[in-house]
């Protein structure tokens, strides 16, 4: 059909064909840059715009300046949120605490990269918490924590330890949650490391052989520095997994006990949508800072991706 | 291949690994396994303290009979199967097309674009939440599977066309020159060029968003409120309400709910694996 309006009359050519590449690809973004701008990118403009005022999620918004965030941040005369400052130092924990996963995964990744009989269905087994919705890891997990019926406090019996209530204790619910959550990223990161394995060069493992290198010196000099792509993703992925922690948090504890496994995400939820209100402008100021913190990751991230895509061409 | 194949150890060492492996797996799945104990006991195992023990008679059939016929668990499962199959046809279709126009043509804007979308798919949930909940209740959807589509459909877009952008920089550029110098539409190219070439990242996709849409909580915590809109992530928590203290039931139930993605896993793995790795990994 194009061959026809080509060759018989330049001039007559719609004006579409003559721009056809130009065109093209915008035609073919149109429905997804839409949707995405609806639903993500102007949303969270419309977030920042909220956090400035005071507003129920019905009536009128006030605008009431930088007040929603001198009340988080305790700027002037006010003290700093108490569960502002409680959220922010579990999100840290939960962030140096969940990036366990990596090195867990490559770990266990080390351990099952052989070729015995039945190692596929050992990986894939090894694998599968990671299928499982969270909801039901944090329900599986408080159940194993129970302190009667939980089969980890019927281990500890065997040992001689007394029975523990961690999702009771304000001093160690935050690690019991964070514990059940390095459960399936640990899976994520070993399957990441597991491709990764597959793809080392094997003549240059064979050379250092020849070179005498072994066990660690190997791993370190020769295997890390091959399985960087996996470790860059496995570092986004958990980081970014950390910060947005909430089913977990919601399902085990629902931030208690006295809300001390509260973290911004889940502190957030609660003030805008929860059974004491909507308060929805003070909400969006803590879903700022949260956006904040997150951004530092996510420029990161775009940068190293930025300098691959420039090296590539 | 590193570590040092098993097979040029000792004999010693073989044989302990072949033990080990094993081990490790039963202590890594033991929350797992201990769930799936508790769901074919019976009522009575609990009640005497027998938490650990052998089950005293084995329930399972009147356990799962009891998920599936004496609550909504069956309405929930349909819900989630509503809501997740259509943002799967819908994100990879719109991602496909986005994809294809980063990644064949040069444009401006084309790589900041790209970044848009990479970016967005990062943000902390929290950040959409209160604009997003507002656009579906002004648009009538609120507490109804179609705003969790839209809402999902947009969200995984972001990720989706990063991947689906670099699948397609990866494939041969010269076959779309020789379809252009042939005077083929450019429509054309996609529709019988390139869409061939992209079965598999369309089955990798397509898994991995199934899992991801399944187990959404947040949204649809967020967005939903009754059985009418609610998929399982959400029932199972009103279901554990029903059957409070009742561990055997609720342990079924939560392994009902966790089904449909890990079948879906073990039936695609290959793809599956593929998807993670964002195909960045080979």
């Known amino acids: 059909m194009s061959s026809i309006s080509a060759g018989s009359n330049r001039t007559t050519r719609s004006w579409y064909k003559r721009n056809e590449i130009a065109i093209t690809p915008w035609l073919f973004l149109l429905p997804a840059m839409l949707f995405f701008a609806i639903y993500v990118i102007i949303p969270i403009g419309q977030s920042v715009w909220i956090s400035f005022h005071q507003w129920d999620g019905l009536g009128e918004k006030t605008y009431i300046g930088t007040a929603n965030y001198e009340r988080l941040l305790g700027i002037g005369e006010q003290k700093i949120d108490r569960k502002f400052e409680t959220s922010f130092w579990n999100n840290l924990k939960w962030l140096v605490l969940y990036l366990l996963a990596v090195p867990a995964g490559l770990f266990i990744a080390l351990f099952l990269n052989q070729t015995v009989r039945g190692i596929r269905i050992y990986k894939s087994l090894f694998f599968f918490p990671f299928v499982i919705s969270q909801v039901v890891v944090g329900l599986v997990f408080s159940w194993f924590y129970l302190p009667r019926e939980g089969l980890l406090n019927a281990i500890l019996a065997v040992f001689g330890a007394g029975p523990v209530n961690i999702l009771g204790d304000p001093t160690l619910a935050t690690y019991g949650i964070i514990a059940a959550g390095l459960w399936p990223q640990t899976a994520y990161c070993m399957i990441l490391y597991l491709t990764g394995l597959n793809a080392v060069d094997p003549e240059q493992v064979e050379a250092a052989r020849l070179d005498g290198a072994k066990g660690y010196k190997m791993l370190w000099y020769i295997i890390l520095p091959q399985l960087k792509p996996a470790t860059f993703i496995a570092f986004v992925v958990t980081i970014i997994g950390a910060l947005r922690s909430f089913d977990l948090i919601s399902v085990m504890t629902n931030g208690g006990p006295f809300g001390s496994t509260r973290v911004l995400s889940f502190y957030m939820f609660e003030e805008s949508l929860s059974e004491f209100g909507f308060r929805m402008g003070y909400g969006s100021a803590i879903a700022v800072v949260l956006f904040f913190i997150m951004l530092g990751f996510i420029g990161y991230f775009l940068y190293s991706m930025w300098r691959d895509e420039k090296e590539a061409r | 291949m590193f570590p040092t194949p098993i097979e040029k150890r000792s004999r010693n060492w073989q044989i302990s690994y072949q033990v080990i492996l094993p081990f490790a797996l039963i202590l890594w799945l033991l929350p797992l396994i201990a769930v799936a104990m508790f769901s074919i006991k019976p009522a009575a195992d609990f009640a005497n303290g027998n938490y650990w023990g052998l089950p005293s008679s084995f329930e399972a059939i009147s356990n799962y009979g009891k998920v599936f016929f004496e609550s909504n668990m069956p309405r929930y499962l349909l819900n989630s199967m509503m809501i997740t199959i259509p943002t799967v046809i819908g994100a990879v279709a719109l991602s496909c097309m986005a994809g294809f126009a980063l990644g064949v043509y040069r444009f401006k804007g084309n790589l900041f674009i790209f970044f848009m979308f990479i970016a967005g798919n990062f943000v902390p949930f929290q950040i959409l939440m209160v604009p997003v909940r507002d656009l579906t209740i002004s648009l009538g959807m609120y507490d109804s599977i179609q705003g969790l589509v839209l809402f999902h459909i947009a969200f995984q877009t972001g990720f989706c066309t990063l991947f689906m952008r670099n699948f397609i920089r990866a494939l041969p550029y010269p076959l779309i020159e020789a379809a252009r110098v042939e005077g083929v539409a450019e429509w054309r190219i996609f529709w019988y060029v390139v869409l061939p070439l992209m079965k598999p990242a369309l089955a990798a996709l397509a898994v991995l968003i199934f899992t991801f849409i399944w187990n959404d909580y947040f949204w649809a915590v967020v967005l939903t409120q009754g059985p009418s809109a609610q998929p399982v ?47 960045a990994v080979k």
């Open chain 2, 233 to 279: 992530t959400a029932g199972i928590t009103e279901f554990n309400s029903q059957f409070r203290a009742a561990y055997h039931l609720m342990s079924a139930g939560s392994i009902v709910a966790a089904l449909p993605p890990v079948a879906m896993f073990f039936l695609m793995q290959k793809h599956f694996i593929a998807g993670l790795t964002l195909g």
